[in-house]
């Protein structure tokens, strides 16, 4: 029996989630409002009133195509045909009966919050501007004598019929409402549940993956660290080589030391570099000096300009061992960076220049010497968004 009622009451599968539950609602319905109808019809034919037994017959046919308007799939179409039947047949049995003066009356704002519960708003509407026009003519009509209508006592059957069927309209749709409220809420809470656990889970990834870069640069800047050590050990023909490769190492520690492991702090990583090369290059105090803004830029331009800096460094040195040497940065264009290099003397530079011409060409970068051979100019692209 279980089955069977489910059967019946069971809509197409192109109704899903929220939508599948009111269009299961409304079919409930329009099977369970025949049962009043014909109770009601019964009624009328005991009483002889068989003009009014033939109306709620024909309101009874008219309406069955709802079903079959919503196993088609169009649930909005199906309220609108049945609330239109609805309609009409109350406001001529009223018309016929008693007019505006029994419990036909309640049938409208019924009708109404029926289709506002499921129709869109604009259909609903034109329900509200229909009821309004029935009331008024059921009011008026009676009262120009356009309509005249029959003595109509009460306790009647057909009250408590009426009654019966007004609720059936409110309070399925009603309960249906509530209910997917319900649901939805549930249904929302439990999705906050997991957004919240899936958060969690992602810090946690997140955490660990930071914790492995940061570990893959404590491999790399040691295993540096140990290639540096071997290339001094070996004799001063290897310093420039091991300084080049510091320039490296400090790329990876100041990377390490970062919040953004996306960019590194070019200030921080100059500062620690320097100290680093005037200890290697045995110079004086602030011999050697850099003065950066706050620069963030990516890894590969800081293992480019670091290299970059050294052979500036070095040239410098060769030329002129005890003079001062000072980087400025000069970040005055939105989409470039300059860098100037003072020094007592940065030419000649050497005939064969190979791995300065190859940090130019990896940072894209243009070079420059004054007339005086005492300021070096360094052109770049800033990092790409």
Known sequence: MKSFLLRIISVPDTYQGQRRETARTVKTLLVLLPIPLVILIGERLARNDFQGALLILIALLISSPSIVILNKGFLEGSVIFLCSVLLVI???????????????????????VFSSLIIKKRYMSIFLVLSILAIFWLGGGEELGYFKTEPWGSGHPSDLITIFIILILG???????????????????????KT???NLELQSTIHQKIELI???????????????????????DFDNLGNRIRAIYHAHDTHFASDDLGLIDLK????????????????????LEAKFDELKITMDKVNSLGIFFYEMIRFSLTNAPNSPILFES??????????????????????????????IKQLKADFS????HKVGLLTLPKNES
């Open 90 to 112: 109350v406001t001529a049995n009223a018309t016929r009966m008693s007019g505006i003066h029994n419990l036909t009356i309640i049938s409208y704002p019924t009708i109404i």
């Open 171 to 193: 309070l399925l749709p009603t309960s249906d409402l509530a209910k997917n409220l319900k649901d939805t809420s549930l249904k929302a809470n439990l999705a906050l549940t």
């Open 196 to 198: 919240d656990k899936s």
């Open 214 to 236: 940061k570990e893959v640069h404590i491999q790399a800047k040691t295993n540096i660290d140990y290639i540096h050590q071997l290339f001094k050990s070996q004799g001063e």
């Open 268 to 287: 921080k990583y100059a500062s620690a570099y320097f100290a680093d090369l005037t200890e290697s290059l045995s110079l004086e105090p602030n011999q």
């Open 330 to 359: 000069m970040d005055r264009n939105r989409d470039e960076l300059q860098f100037k290099i003072f020094a007592y003397d940065l030419a000649p530079l050497p005939e064969s220049r190979i791995l300065f011409d190859i940090t």
């Open 369 to 372: 010497l004054s007339d005086d």
